[in-house]
């Protein structure tokens, strides 16, 4: 005999928010992956959690008035060490934040069930779930932005580590290079993270700052100088590529990847970082599986995207696999 139950009712979107030390991103994700809304604010320049959580509470409420479904959840990325089983923020250098209950205060701002997650696992899961490295068991993301960060997928399980896991910047590739600013000296973010690469080349190159401080160039920049014959920038850009080539061969030896994902800015050099990076990881490899070096899809949005799914996971409390 078949009893008609009533149909559940659809799923509402989710809102994933990725905060940055520069820009808070936010979009509404319905349950079928598409992005119904998006706001950008820039993040307040007192790091103080009260009031980064304030805006971003405030960024949460703009997001919901234009969404016309019931939000379900609320997923957070955020930069640091991140214990998402806690929901707590160990450590957020950038945002000034130490031991701070994210999850629990944005909750009780905003009402709705919150997950907490790290940026750079948070952008791993965007692509695992719905970018380049869909479908993969075995899969490796390395973000080169201002520092260098990993989200490591094996055996189709995020790896966490109690919120320690894929520091990839900090694995030493030059014990006698510079420090770091983690107190330890010649750590992968020292030379090829975007920042690295831009203070290489002035170190080589006398280059200039603006008014403001800020650099005058950027990776991309220096990529393209280095491609047009700047001998300066061939030998940084040169000595990035070998450097993390022999980390990510440490990583794949550990973890036994079929496919690293390479994201972030320095990523948007293109087939300039992804085939030279692919010869050096091949170079330090021997026994071990070789995996392919792709570049990101998801683009700027994929902490967003991957906040929202760890918000959406948690909702069914269903792990992120």
């Known amino acids: 005999m078949t009893t008609n139950q009533p149909a559940a009712p659809p799923a509402g979107p989710v809102l994933g928010v990725d905060v940055g030390g520069t820009l808070i991103k936010a979009a509404a994700v319905a349950a079928d992956g598409e992005v119904v809304a998006r706001l950008e604010r820039p993040t307040p320049p007192a790091r103080d959690p009260d009031t980064v959580l304030s805006a971003v509470g405030s960024v949460v ?44 205060l944005l909750s009780a701002a905003t009402g709705l069930p919150v997950a907490l997650g790290h940026d750079v696992r948070a952008a791993c899961v965007a692509e695992w779930r719905l970018g380049v490295a869909k ?52 750590c992968l973010a020292t030379i090829a993270s975007a920042t690295a690469v831009v203070r290489r080349y002035a170190e080589r190159t006398g280059g200039a700052e603006h008014p403001d401080g800020t650099p005058a160039l950027s990776a991309r920049d220096v ?81 967003v995207l991957g906040a929202a799914l760890l918000g959406r996971a948690a909702l069914e409390e269903t792990p992120v696999t």
């Open 61 to 104: 409420e703009t997001l919901r008035a234009q969404v016309p479904d019931r939000v379900e959840a609320l997923g957070v990325a955020v930069p640091g060490i991140i214990d998402e089983a806690r929901g707590v923020a160990v450590m957020a250098a950038n945002l000034g934040w130490r031991d701070t209950p994210v999850a629990d």
């Open 223 to 303: 990529a393209q100088r280095a491609r047009a014959g700047d001998p300066a920038a061939a030998a940084v850009w040169a000595d990035a590529v070998g450097a993390l080539g022999r980390s990510l061969a440490i990583a794949v030896t550990v973890f036994g990847s079929e496919l690293v994902v390479l994201g972030g800015g320095l990523a948007l050099a293109g087939d300039q970082l992804i085939g030279p990076v692919q010869d050096s990881l091949d170079e330090w490899l021997t026994f071990q599986r070789r995996p392919r070096v792709v570049r990101a899809a998801m683009g700027a949005e994929s902490g």
């Open 135 to 186: 479908g993969g068991s075995d899969v490796l993301l390395a973000t080169l932005g201002t520092g260098i960060g990993a989200g490591v997928v094996s055996g189709g399980r995020l790896l966490v580590g109690s919120g320690y896991a894929g520091q990839l910047g900090h694995t030493v590739v030059d014990p006698d290079g510079q420090r770091c600013s983690c107190g330890q000296r010649g």
